[in-house]
């Protein structure tokens, strides 16, 4: 009787399971990549008129009520923008003013975005603190600092928190709240607005629940507990 090879040591078997794999996980890649690409891709005005959700949403968040709060089916929290619908997701209905107005056209708030992004990085911000993941852990993380309370207290103050964030961007040891002060940085009137801009908006990404605990905020619920 002929003793016929096995199959695991013949290598026509593994050079053919090598060339199905590679490209398997090739069309898998490319369509991993071109979902990334789409979730990824800034929202539109469009989609906030048909109360789309995007994971990176429209520029004119700035203009709409910014909240966080527990998503049941996903177990963390997601942001709400503009009220929260019977299902746990954003209305895109209740509207706030932003530096006096909520009616930022989609060209002005990308704009204004787009120059507090430049501000962060002109001066180096990721130095002491982290944003969406990436930076240093001296200082707070600033992905979700457009809702810290700490900003609610002051708003009455200085007539909305917008204004109260802003104020301090401009001279950090005259509003100190930590014992690890912010240095002057230079920031001017115009830059602090945009820097606000790019928090507020920079607070409406869903980034998965990340990061874990800020949903100990007021008005938020920890999916932990």
């Given at each position: 009787?002929?003793?016929?090879?096995?199959?695991?040591?013949?290598?026509r078997?593994?050079?053919?399971?090598?060339?199905?794999?590679t490209g398997?996980?090739?069309v898998l890649?490319?369509?991993l990549?071109?979902?990334?690409?789409?979730q990824?891709?800034?929202?539109?005005?469009?989609?906030i008129?048909?109360?789309v959700d995007?994971?990176?949403?429209?520029p004119?968040?700035i203009?709409?009520?910014i909240?966080?709060k527990?998503?049941k089916?996903r177990?963390?929290?997601?942001?709400?923008?503009?009220?929260?619908?019977?299902?746990?997701?954003?209305?895109?209905?209740e509207?706030e003013?932003?530096?006096?107005?909520?009616n930022?056209?989609e060209?002005?708030a990308k704009?204004?975005?787009?120059?507090g992004?430049?501000?962060?990085?002109?001066?180096?911000c990721?130095?002491?603190?982290?944003?969406?993941?990436n930076?240093?852990?001296?200082?707070?993380d600033?992905?979700?600092?457009?809702?810290?309370?700490?900003?609610e207290?002051l708003?009455s103050?200085?007539?909305g928190?917008?204004?109260?964030?802003?104020?301090?961007?401009?001279?950090p040891p005259?509003m100190?709240?930590h014992?690890?002060k912010?240095?002057?940085?230079?920031?001017?009137?115009?830059?602090a607005?945009?820097?606000?801009?790019?928090?507020?908006?920079?607070?409406?990404?869903?980034?998965?629940?990340?990061?874990?605990n800020f949903?100990k905020?007021?008005?938020a619920?920890?999916?932990?507990?």
């Amino acid at each position: 009787m002929e003793n016929r090879p096995s199959v695991w040591s013949s290598n026509r078997f593994w050079r053919r399971s090598a060339t199905w794999v590679t490209g398997v996980a090739s069309v898998l890649l490319v369509f991993l990549t071109f979902d990334s690409m789409g979730q990824m891709k800034m929202g539109t005005a469009a989609d906030i008129k048909n109360k789309v959700d995007k994971r990176i949403p429209s520029p004119l968040v700035i203009n709409y009520k910014i909240d966080y709060k527990l998503n049941k089916t996903r177990g963390h929290e997601i942001p709400i923008i503009g009220g929260m619908d019977a299902n746990g997701y954003s209305k895109y209905e209740e509207k706030e003013k932003f530096f006096g107005k909520d009616n930022w056209s989609e060209k002005e708030a990308k704009a204004l975005i787009h120059k507090g992004k430049l501000t962060i990085q002109a001066k180096n911000c990721m130095d002491c603190h982290t944003l969406l993941g990436n930076g240093a852990y001296y200082a707070p993380d600033l992905t979700k600092a457009w809702l810290d309370p700490t900003w609610e207290t002051l708003a009455s103050a200085y007539g909305g928190k917008e204004y109260a964030i802003a104020k301090f961007l401009e001279n950090p040891p005259a509003m100190a709240m930590h014992e690890r002060k912010m240095p002057n940085l230079g920031i001017t009137k115009e830059e602090a607005k945009a820097v606000v801009a790019y928090l507020k908006f920079m607070s409406a990404i869903d980034t998965n629940g990340f990061p874990r605990n800020f949903g100990k905020i007021k008005g938020a619920v920890d999916a932990r507990k």
